[in-house]
């Protein structure tokens, strides 16, 4: 099996990142952890390693450029404008708390 989950990459983290990633994603857990899960679960694990930042700055630059375009195909109505908003909030906080938090690359088998 091979996965991508967000993760922590550290123990402890400011609490402006903690909460939002507990707000969007609940089930946000460090490495350890998660491996763990995958253990306990009958998985023998591979290997894993972080995406690189690079990865991230793929998926929001594009994003970026097309802001204005999908605000007004969707005519400024409130939730386009609470998914953009939302989002440039995701991409400030990425910007301020990576070295926290990265999308882990799992590959584990089946035991």
């Given at each position: 099996?091979?996965?991508?989950?967000?993760?922590?990459?550290?123990?402890?983290?400011?609490?402006?990142?903690?909460?939002?990633?507990k707000?969007?994603?609940?089930?946000?857990?460090?490495?350890?952890?998660?491996?763990?899960?995958?253990?306990?679960s009958?998985?023998?694990?591979?290997?894993?390693?972080?995406?690189?930042?690079?990865?991230?700055?793929?998926?929001?630059?594009?994003?970026?450029?097309?802001?204005?375009?999908?605000?007004k195909?969707?005519?400024?109505?409130?939730?386009?404008?609470?998914?953009?908003?939302?989002?440039?909030?995701?991409?400030?906080?990425?910007?301020?708390?990576?070295q926290?938090?990265?999308?882990?690359?799992?590959?584990?088998?089946?035991?």
């Amino acid at each position: 099996m091979a996965v991508t989950e967000i993760s922590w990459l550290t123990e402890t983290r400011p609490d402006e990142i903690e909460h939002f990633w507990k707000k969007n994603y609940s089930e946000i857990d460090t490495v350890e952890k998660k491996l763990m899960q995958l253990e306990n679960s009958g998985y023998k694990i591979i290997n894993h390693f972080t995406l690189p930042n690079e990865c991230w700055e793929s998926y929001f630059e594009p994003m970026k450029n097309k802001f204005k375009t999908f605000l007004k195909k969707w005519e400024n109505k409130k939730q386009a404008l609470d998914f953009v908003n939302e989002t440039k909030i995701e991409m400030e906080l990425f910007e301020k708390y990576s070295q926290y938090y990265g999308y882990e690359f799992y590959i584990a088998q089946n035991e």
